[in-house]
C-alpha cells in the first residue's frame, strides 16, 4: 500500500511559527511533524509515500530527502497553484494508480492503527473510507453522517453550533480506491470535503467512515500546536518511546546539560542538550525547552514551548518563543503569547493573553503589549513598471504604507521635506493614501494632502507644490502606487531598489511627539495642473477642439484648451467631426481624430516629436530607453535628436524639462499648438509618420530568469544588441527587447518592425527562443499553436 501526505499549506493560523517554516515542519519533541507521520506509516509497513508541495518546498524536501535514512522512499509532487487536497492528490495519480491508497495531512498526528480501517475499506468494497474521531468542540472541523454500517450519508463543512449534527469529524485521513482519482479534474483546484465527496454521495457510491481509537490533533492554530506538544510530552501520544527518560519525568534527545544546582525542574520536561537554565530558575511542569532556548536567572517558565531567549526575572507560561526570539529581563507573557523568530521584547514588557508578536519586530523597553503586532516576514514591496501594484490588504495594506511612507522620508537628502500625497476617488486607495501621509507624517515630512485624482496630474504637484516626492495611489484594475521625484518623474530604478530594502529591512525612521510633520490639505488642485499645461502651450487662436470623456485627467485637458484659447464645441465629442481628443484615465496617453485619421498611444506621442521638431529645428528630446526607435528616424528626418535615459549623457536633465513627452494633456497642448500656429492638419502632420508596428508578449518563465536572460544574451551574441534595460537586439526588419518581470515569474517580449506581421513573427520567434531556454522539453506544448513551427531567428 502507497501514501500520499499533503504538505503543501501554508498554516496562516500557525502564523508566526510558520512565517518562515512549512507547517508540516513544527517540531515535536525535537522532530518535525512530518517525520513523526513517516515514521508511523512506516511502522505500518507503508514505505512508497507521495508528498504534495507548494509552501517553502525546499525545507521540507531537504528535512525528508529520498526517505533512505528512514528506510523509505519518498516521491515529490510540487504544485505552481494551489490545487485543493484532491486536487494535489490527482496530480500524483501515476504513483497512486494500481492499489488502494491512503491520504493524509502532513500537519496532524495520531495514534490509530490504520491497518484497522484499511480492512474495514476493503471489507465494504468502499469507494472511500474516511477515517472519524469524535470532538467536543467540532465546529472547526468537516463533521460526518453514518449509518450502522458505516455508510456516509452527508458531511457539512466547519458547521455553526445551530448546524452541529454529531461530535464525529473528518480527521482528513482517507483510504482511497484508484477507480476515484477519474472522478477529480486534472489542474485545477477540487477539494475532498467540498467537492469530490458529495459528488460521490450523489451518485450513490460507496463512500464509509469508521470511527478510530486513539489520539488524533489537527494542527491548525498555535494554542492546538502548543497543547499537541504537552499531549506528547504527558504520554497522552505515544511520540516519546524513542526518547530517554529519567525517573523524575525529564526527557531528553541524547542526555540532559549540566544545570546549575539551584534550578527547580518540576516534571514532564522536554530539555535539549544545547538548552541552559541559569541559576534560580523554575522550569516546568509541561516545558519544551528546544535547542536555542534559553532560561535566565531567577525566571519561572510553565506550560510553554521556548527555542529563544527568555531574560532573568521573567514569568512565561502558556507561550510560545520561537528561535532567535529574545525576551528582556523582568518581562511578562501572558498564556497563548506567541513570539516569532528575530523578535526583541525590552526590558519589564507586558505582554497579554493571546497576543502574537511577528518576526523581527522590535519592542521598545516597558512597552505593555495589549494586540497583535503583525509584522509577517517583514514587509515587502516591488516596484514593477515603475509602480508597487497589488490588492488591498495583501500587497498594498494600510501597515505597508506607513511603512513606505516613513521610508520614503530617509530618501529625501537632508532630511524629512515637504511631500505630496494624493489618490483616485475610491475608499480603498483614499484609505492607503492616508496611511502613506501618517507614515510621512511620522517621518518627520510636511504632508500636502491634494485633490488631483489623476496620476499625471499627481506627478505635477511635485513642482505646484515645491514637494521633493509626490505618492500617488491610483485605483485601476489593480491598487498601483506611483512616487514621483521633485522633477515629477517616477524615481529611478536605483531609488526604487534602495526603497525596497528599506522597506524590507524595517529601516523607516519615526521621529518624537514634537517634531512630527503637519498634514495640510492641498485643494483646487486641478485647476493648478491645468493652469500649468495651458502656459506651456501656445495661443489656441479659436481652434475648435472637442474633448471625449468625463473622467477627472480630461476635465484637466478641457480646462487646459480653454485657457490656451482653444475652442470647445457645445455638442458631444462623439458627434463633433473636427479635431477630437481624449486622454486615457492615467492622464499619460491619449489619442487624437481628424474624422479621416485617429491616432493613438505611440503614435499619438510621434505626432507631438514631430510637431516639436517642426516647430523648433535642431530640436534635442529625451525619451526612456524603451520608446519606439522609429522616434530616432523620425528625429533624423526631421533634424533633431532622441537621447535616451539610461544611454546619453544630459537625458535625465532634459526629461526633467520636457512634460509633453510623459504628460498626455501637455503632450496634447503641444501638438495643438503647433496645428494651431501653422495650419497645418492631423492628417497631413500623420502622413508624416514613419511605419512602425509593435507586438508584446508575456510569457512564463518557470526557471531562473536571470539564467534564461543569461542563455538568451549569449545566444545573441553575433547580433547588434544593448544591455541597457534588458536586452534589446537589433534583427533584420526590426528590434527586439526582452525584460524580465519583477514581480512574476514571466518575461516580456517586446518586438518592432516597420510592418505589422513582421512584428508579431518577431515577437514569436523570441518568445519561442526564451521558453526554450527555460524548459527545452516542454517549450512546443506551452507554445500558442499560432507560434508552433516558426524557425528561430538566427544565432
Known sequence: MKACILA???????????????KPLVPVL???????????????????MAVTLMYLPEMIKNSLGDGSDMGVSIHYFTEETPLGTAGGVKACQTFLEGDDFLVISGDGLCDFHLPEALAFHRQKKADVTVILTPQSQPLEYGLVQIEDDGRITRFAEKPAWGQVFS???????????????????????????????????????PVYGIEMKGYWCDIGDTDAYRRCVIDALNGVISLQAALPKNENGIFGKEGMPILPKDVELI???????????????????????????????DSAVANSLIDGSVGARCEADGVILCPGAVVGAGSTLAEGVVVGGGARLGDD????????????????????VRHTIVKGSAPKVVFDNNVITGRYGHELSPDICVAVGQACAGLVEGGPARVAVGSSKSADATSLAYALASGLASAGCQVFFHDIPFAA??????????????????????????????????????????????VARGEGNMVSSLSAGKITAFTGGVEYYAALAASQGKAGRGLSVAVHGGHPAATALAKSLTAAGFTLPMQPALAFSGLTVSVA???????VSDGNVRCEGPRALALVLLAAFMDEPGLKIALPYEAPRAFDVLAAQN???????????????????????????????????????????????ASMLPPFFEHVLEIPCESDKSAVMRKLTESCRSMSCELVGGLRICVDGGYVRITPSASKRTLKVAAESFAEELARELAVNFADRAMRFDKPAETMEKMPASAQGRGLPPS
Open 8 to 22: 503543501g499549506g501554508e498554516g496562516r493560523r500557525l502564523r508566526p511559527l510558520t512565517s518562515f517554516l512549512p
Open 30 to 48: 525535537g522532530k518535525p511533524v512530518l517525520h513523526h507521520i513517516v515514521e508511523r506509516l512506516k511502522s505500518f509497513g507503508i514505505t512508497e
Open 167 to 205: 461530535n464525529l469529524v473528518n480527521t482528513g485521513i482517507y483510504i482511497i480506491s484508484p477507480r476515484v482519482l477519474s472522478e477529480i479534474p486534472t489542474g485545477r483546484f477540487y477539494d475532498f470535503a467540498k467537492d469530490l465527496f458529495p459528488k460521490l454521495l450523489a451518485a450513490g457510491r
Open 267 to 297: 516534571p514532564p520536561l522536554y530539555i535539549a542538550p544545547s538548552a541552559k537554565i541559569m541559576p534560580g530558575a523554575k522550569v516546568g511542569p509541561n516545558v519544551v525547552l528546544g535547542p536555542s532556548a534559553y532560561v535566565g536567572e
Open 349 to 368: 514588557c507586558h505582554v497579554s493573553q493571546g497576543v502574537r508578536i511577528f518576526p523581527d519586530v522590535a519592542v521598545p523597553a516597558g512597552t505593555r
Open 457 to 502: 496630474g499627481a506627478a505635477a504637484m511635485s513642482k505646484l507644490a515645491s514637494c521633493s516626492l509626490s505618492l500617488f495611489m491610483e485605483n485601476d484594475e489593480n491598487l498601483n502606487l506611483h512616487i514621483f521625484d521633485r522633477n515629477g518623474i517616477a524615481i529611478s530604478s536605483s531609488v526604487q531598489r534602495k526603497l525596497e530594502g528599506m
Open 585 to 591: 484615465r492615467s492622464g499619460f496617453a491619449f489619442a
Open 639 to 685: 533634424g533633431g535628436e532622441i537621447l535616451r535615459l539610461g544611454r546619453d549623457e544630459g537625458a535625465g536633465q532634459l526629461y526633467a524639462s520636457q512634460p509633453f513627452t510623459r504628460d498626455a494633456v501637455f503632450g496634447a497642448l503641444k501638438l495643438l499648438s503647433f496645428l494651431s500656429s501653422s495650419g497645418s492638419s492631423l492628417s497631413t502632420l
